[in-house]
């Protein structure tokens, strides 16, 4: 070897200094770094008011206190003997499961009437979809003001039926639970629409056909066939619908405040009353109380679906 190959040699790098590079380059830039900060945002937004709700629930935290002790289940005691959280608990259930029918009704007639891909179709989705994405203390307000005495509605009746008509919509305290009920549905039902009109294009054309050349009828097609390949689209819009309705607040506290007679004071504007009086500690239990009530409904219900959808 001569001199020359000698110098060369020496003085090419080694070949693993690039490989090296490349790898702590490769590292720095790995795609899982850009989660740090959407991860580091919801452990300070998240996690940490979530274990100080478990933690505040056990002490005596409220504006009378000039220091925060432990007074252990205390809380829990005066709400469970108390009768207000019972009770508001049983009617954001009922809200919570006339919600679920109302809107997964709606949104399945709406997508079947909307199926077939026209201009006309096409328009009325979108206008479906637009309660979705509006305001829901918009959409409770606007209804608050069409659902009085001297509201809209009342006078569109009275135009048609040639006198006054004065019905308080949101006065029974029987049927008014129905009516904010209603009023939830009507706003969310153009996302249970659209989920049911993706499960409806997912079904083979093939499957239809061969029903279809077996002599079965419309009704007889869809009690057989589509809705039970429906079964996912349904698990979402039920579990979705029972979950956005128990946390419910805006609409209701807008149409009703959760009068009359308290008959339709949802769970989260109790404790939206108690936390204004400055009784923190107390609020915070009914969040957890809440929070049980909302994993011992929707969790099972979740599972049963999801095994209906293994059998099918």
Request: glycine residues 8%.
């Amino acid at each position: 070897m001569t001199t020359t190959q000698l110098t060369r040699a020496d003085a090419a790098p080694p070949r693993s200094a690039p490989r090296a590079g490349r790898s702590t380059r490769h590292r720095q830039d790995h795609p899982a770094w850009f989660l740090v900060p959407a991860l580091a945002v919801l452990l300070v937004f998240f996690f940490v008011p979530t274990i100080y709700n478990f933690v505040y629930a056990f002490t005596n935290w409220s504006s009378f206190h000039s220091a925060i002790s432990f007074v252990g289940i205390d809380n829990f005691k005066d709400l469970f003997t108390n009768g207000s959280l019972l009770k508001d608990l049983r009617i954001t259930l009922v809200y919570a499961v006339l919600v679920a029918i109302f809107q997964n009704l709606f949104g399945l007639v709406l997508a079947l009437v909307l199926e077939r891909d026209t201009m006309i179709n096409r328009f009325a989705r979108v206008a479906f979809f637009v309660p979705v994405v509006m305001s829901a203390l918009a959409v409770g307000y606007i209804f608050q003001a069409l659902l009085k005495p001297q509201g809209g509605l009342n006078e569109i009746l009275g135009f048609f039926v040639r006198h006054d008509v004065n019905v308080a919509w949101l006065g029974s305290t029987t049927w008014t639970i129905v009516v904010v009920a209603l009023i939830h549905a009507w706003k969310w039902m153009g996302l249970s629409m659209l989920i049911y009109l993706a499960g409806l294009k997912t079904i083979s054309e093939d499957v239809l056909e061969a029903s279809r050349l077996d002599g079965a009828g419309w009704w007889t097609t869809f009690r057989e066939i589509r809705f039970p390949l429906l079964a996912p689209a349904i698990t979402f819009n039920v579990a979705t619908a029972l979950l956005g309705s128990m946390n419910g607040f805006d609409i209701v506290q807008a149409t009703t405040g959760g009068g009359p007679g308290g008959t339709t004071e949802l769970l989260n504007i109790f404790i939206f009353r108690t936390f204004g009086q400055g009784l923190f500690a107390q609020a915070t239990t009914m969040s957890l109380a809440l929070f049980a009530m909302v994993a011992i409904l929707a969790f099972p219900v979740i599972r049963i679906l999801r095994k209906r959808e293994a059998v099918l």
